[in-house]
């Protein structure tokens, strides 16, 4: 396997990396083939290798936390995700404190500014549980 990658000082990446791939001929086939996929990058912006590897990491975010917590996210937010493991909710974990403030009594927009501002400033929630 030979994977040769460089990046130069202009962020232009130059190289090859090879990936295994498996397919059917189609869903009701049972014949399978693996072959290994070469990809070349010659001069290729590094911001556009990273937004193709971050496609399949979208797609699990939003398959799985994004919608699993639909009614958390305020249109527009920003989401860090972990490229590890983008199926994973985040740390923080917003819908849970979101729903423990309002067992608390706590209003559901007042709720979810709190949360957001909790998640944005983990010191803001010590400071308030003083």
Partial sequence: MS???????????????????????????????????RMNMVNMPIKDVLSLAAQSARIAWVNNVGRKQF????????????????????VDNTAAMIKAFIAAGINPEQAKMLAKAAVENPALLGNILK
């Fill in 3 to 37: 994977n040769e990658i460089s990046v130069d000082e202009n962020g232009l990446v130059n190289g090859s990396y090879e990936i295994a791939s498996s397919f059917k001929a189609d869903g009701t086939s049972d014949e399978k083939k693996q072959v290994t996929l």
């Fill in 71 to 90: 009614d958390v996210w305020e249109n527009g937010q920003v989401v860090n995700v972990d490229m590890a493991s983008p199926g994973k909710a985040p």
